[in-house]
């Protein structure tokens, strides 16, 4: 059984940055680990995934050029990290990671409300805080 832990959320100023990180424990072969973000009184929404195999990233617009998302399999402890640079208030919420099956050898599913295959996410962290304000 999959377990993800996250850590590295925090309070920033706008502009700011902080790094993630989601602890894959019992890591499968290949997989997919996405981020999500959520807020009081809104759906949570998808940021970023990877496909720890290939390596292949994805991300939605509005972190593009700004969040990375990356996967370090080299050591006993699985990560994927998200770093986050030029914070913005808009990306406060409780940011989650989550794991599913790969849609293809190289593919995930997508973290996109609606998209293809978002319900696979369906093992999840117990969330991090990121606050930006000023």
């Known amino acids: 059984q999959v377990s993800l832990v996250e850590s590295g959320g925090g309070s920033v100023q706008p502009g700011g940055s902080l790094t993630l990180t989601c602890v894959v424990r019992?890591?499968?072969?290949?997989?997919?680990v996405g981020w999500f973000r959520q807020v009081p009184g809104k759906e949570r929404e998808g940021v970023a995934s990877?496909?720890?195999?290939?390596?292949?990233?994805?991300?939605v617009d509005k972190v593009k050029g700004r969040f990375t998302i990356a996967r370090d399999t080299a050591k006993a402890e699985k990560t994927v990290t998200l770093r986050m640079n030029d914070l913005q208030p808009d990306d406060t919420g409780v940011y989650y990671c989550?794991?599913?099956?790969?849609?293809?050898?190289?593919?995930?599913?997508?973290?996109?409300?609606?998209?293809?295959?978002?319900?696979?996410?369906?093992?999840w962290g117990q969330g991090t805080q990121v606050t930006v304000s000023s």
């Open positions: 989550a794991e599913a099956g790969p849609s293809s050898v190289w593919a995930c599913p997508s973290v996109v409300v609606g998209g293809p295959g978002r319900g696979d996410y369906n093992i």
């Open positions: 990877i496909h720890t195999g290939v390596g292949a990233t994805y991300y």
């Open positions: 019992t890591y499968p072969v290949t997989t997919c």
